[in-house]
């Protein structure tokens, strides 16, 4: 087996793991189906986090709003081209292609600065799949990090004021079946915005 096998073996692991994580985390560890009532939100709808948690037992963002701008799916190496960046960079398997999301960051009423929105629990998830967003693709992607992969794992706003931030989410064809890799410009797809006890998505595509 030559390392390129081991490692998308590794990924898929890796993948498998996290989702089972994430499952377990979203149904508070029963395995019960869209446990919390849920509430899907559209493209430049504002999202408020209100006092909902979104990850773990006790994570919040309260204060703060999330809106969904913009999204395309670019083949990884025109995208390499865009930041200006190459394999070198990246300590991760590149992806064939990236899923890009433009959100505007909004804190509307929290004065707390230890808070603010982190970027892990925003997953974007298909009907049997899911992708976490990478940090180096969003540090390389957005001035305001410097290119400092340790910074971009969430963004604190003043409050009364806005920010935009490009999430980017790797797409490996391994992580998919060959229907929907195929179809992949058609697939639904959401990001994750809180878990419970209200659970609030926006529609990708």
């Known amino acids: 087996m030559n390392k390129y096998k081991k490692l998308a073996l590794i990924i898929v692991f890796v993948m498998f793991f996290l989702w089972c994580l994430r499952y377990y985390q979203l149904n508070d560890g029963k395995l019960v189906s869209r446990k919390y009532p849920e509430k899907i939100y559209g493209m430049n709808e504002k999202v408020e986090y209100g006092e909902d948690i979104v990850y773990g037992k006790d994570d919040r963002s309260t204060g703060y709003a999330v809106t969904l701008l913009d999204k395309r799916i670019v083949d990884c190496e025109d995208y390499l ?33 230890t808070q603010g929105v982190e970027f892990f629990p925003i997953w974007l998830i298909g009907r049997d799949w899911h992708e976490v967003y990478s940090s180096e693709f969003t540090a390389y992607a957005n001035d305001i990090y410097e290119d400092d992969t340790n910074a971009s794992f969430g963004i604190q706003v003043k409050q009364g004021k806005s920010y935009e931030i490009k999430l980017i989410y ?9 229907y929907t ?14 878990s419970r006890p209200n659970r609030k998505l926006i529609c990708v595509q």
């Open 81 to 113: 081209d865009e930041i200006g960046k190459t394999e070198k960079d990246f300590n991760i398997y590149l992806p064939e292609r990236v899923m890009e999301v433009t959100l505007n960051i909004s804190n509307i009423n929290n004065d707390d600065l």
């Open 170 to 178: 790797p797409m490996r064809r391994l992580c998919f079946s060959s």
């Open 181 to 194: 890799w195929k179809n992949i410009d058609e697939e639904s797809m959401w990001l994750t915005i809180t």
